[in-house]
């Protein structure tokens, strides 16, 4: 075993016997719990080579009792100290090597007159620590265990300053008597006097806390920001951070990009956690890697920023207002957990809000592998979609779902005004006891996600995915209400080809802006498409109630399901509906309902397949032989 370096940020302090730190003290150094042994020490001289021996296994401690740093004995990761001919205690090595890897040399606040006591005003002294650490390169700035009592605003050059505590609980910045708009911290630095990616070491902020005000009103956090015409802040880490209080926690705003948050607690903000506003070259590669989001009534995350890429990866929002505001950007979580309470939501209330801003590029929100906990008695939805424009992309993959029905009304709900596009693929409910939530699209559609099973919703143009459910929605997602009615008598088709085995037992279709009237015959059916035919699978009862209502679900079941063979063996079916009678009805679809080809929707046919005199749909009356066509429409909804 080659020798560790030591000892670690929690030995490295000593004390004498009433207490206080054994400052400007000498040390002996033994190898065994007895004190008999001295140990075999060298000394570091900030390269990762062992130097000379140490006579006498001496070493000194500062004016504020912290240990010089020394290479332990090989193969030992602890020695015994002995300050001034005191009790022997023991010390231990670095294992993990973060604080005294990092190159270069270690400012430690304490040796500036910082007390850390909680209610001294330290400022002057880590405003002069920080100050003598930018004037050099690759330092740390370094905050022992205790709590830091700040009166102004701290600004660091983060290119040359690395800001490292003894742990977020052990070490605590305190920013006491801001104003609000304020910041407590500044992290930036200015390019046109230095350039390129930060050099080691590359944490920005490690170990430490920081500990706000709460309520309305109150001053911010940290700001990733330089207020020079060509500031930058990024190509940054953060690591065991911890965020409580504030009004906004984390601001990143101009030319911040490349940043990454680790193990860091967000806790309590009163409006936001994190926010990316919209400012300038700003937004690249932002990921949070088991982080946890707790508390408040403030959103965790705010996204106004085009061209935002952000990754959320074993992270976990629990209990405050709102995990998600996006409205520009793409942002991707996986494996996340996401579970509320009752002190905040309320009536139509959401936990993550897709909301386009104005025209910007369509924004994407992706969840893969996520948790939505069975907490959430306050809210109405768990995922919400608005926007000004809309056509914005939604894909949730493998949702484990255990919110019911009577907790949250809707898992997703597309409230417009225009549409977006949303995939579910892969979900998990796994109440049996309950109701489950349900999904609702653009157009008011519903379907409530199968308690124990897994489903599918796709868009128009898609090919269906996993699917085990029984009801087909034959209609787009984003479909608008027709107001031309359909033929009588004229059998109105809808194409697609299924990518796995589907049993289908009900099709459904919803009312546009007409509804039906003096039907004699109203059905469904499900055929096979094969060497240019159609051969009838499955058919309903006739039933003259269906579509007497405008902006209206209908469901119909088949007299016997049938199951669909999936693709790669390139099975083709259609959808049917047929209506006779005096007044037909008008279909939600996202063209004409008698074009000679409805394009982009669901109840998609070529001019050959309408049929005039049609009052059955056992055999179908087809002039000449016809080919489905090369662009077949799929199959919107699954459930």
Known sequence: MARLLGPDAGSRYAYRADGSPAANATAVVYANSGGTVLADLRAFDGSETPGAVILGSQVAYDGDGQ??????PAGQDRVWVSVDGGPVFPVDADNNRRIDRLPGPVYNVRSYGATGDGTTDDTAAVLAATGAAEADQRA??????GTY?????????SRRVSIVGAGAQATTILPTGLTSGQYALTLGWDNNVETGFKPEPYDAIRGVGFLGPTGAGQANCLRLYNASGNGRAHSLTFRDVGFEGFDVQVDITSNSYLLGFDRCFFTNPQTYGV???????AGENIAFSSCTFADGPGTMVFVDQPGTSMYFTACSFDYHARALHQRAGQVFMSHCHFETGTTYGGAGAEFLLLDRRGSVDRPVLSLTDCNFYNAWDNYDTCIQLLGDNGDQALRVTNPSIRVTGTQAAYFIRDDGPFPSDIQVSGAWYSRSDLAPPKLRNQAGLEWPIT???RYTHAGPGRRMRRTLASVVEPFPVWGA???????SGRIYLSLFQPQEEITISKVAFFTGGTAASGLTLAKVALYEYSAS???LRAQSASNTALASATNTRYEQALTSPYRCIADPTGKIYALAVLFVGTTMPALVTAGNNNAAFMRDATYGYPAGLMVSSQTDMATPIFPGSWSAPDRLVYMVGVM
């Open 275 to 281: 926010r990316i506003g919209l400012v300038t070259n």
């Open 140 to 145: 740390v700035l370094y905050f022992p265990p």
């Open 481 to 487: 209400r027709g107001s031309e009615a359909l033929t």
């Open 149 to 157: 009592k700040l009166t102004a605003p701290w600004s660091v050059n």
């Open 533 to 535: 035919q159609l051969t």
């Open 451 to 453: 308690a124990g099973q």
């Open 67 to 72: 240990s010089e740093l020394f290479w332990f």
